[in-house]
Nanobody, 118 residues
Framework: QVQLVESGGGSVQPGGSLRLSCTAS????????MGWYRQAPGKQRELVAT???????TYVDFVKGRFTIARDGPRNTVYLQMTSLNAQDTAVYYC????????????WGQGTQVTVSS
């Protein structure tokens, strides 16, 4: 059984910063990939960033230069440092992890709210 628990969400002013964290309750495995998705009201869930087990990171264009993803592999923890936040970043952010042992299995956190407003 694997549970992903997010923290660090909240309300910030435009231009502000937040650091999201996600920790797995089970540490018997090293996830092949971990990352973050987000879903804004009335929109579909979208990819934000991913990071492999060996630290290779990818970002979607609209967060490049503003967000940084990092990982503590042995502890199955992933972080998302967000800077220069704007109203369009307002969404529920979901932690994601995938494990491939014969078949691919994915896990999701319950989400943490990020609100950017004046």
């Amino acid at each position: 059984q694997v549970q992903l628990v997010e923290s660090g969400g909240g309300s910030v002013q435009p231009g502000g910063s937040l650091r999201l964290s996600c920790t797995a309750s089970v540490t018997n495995f090293v996830f092949n990939n971990m990352g973050w998705y987000r879903q804004a009201p009335g929109k579909q869930r979208e990819l934000v960033a991913t990071i492999t087990h060996d630290g290779s990171a990818t970002y979607v264009d609209f967060v490049k230069g503003r967000f940084t993803i990092a990982r503590d592999g042995p502890r199955n923890t992933v972080y998302l440092q967000m800077t220069s936040l704007n109203a369009q970043d307002t969404a529920v952010y979901y932690c994601y992890a995938e494990l491939v042992i014969g078949v691919r299995t994915e896990y999701w956190g319950q989400g943490t709210q990020v609100t950017v407003s004046s």
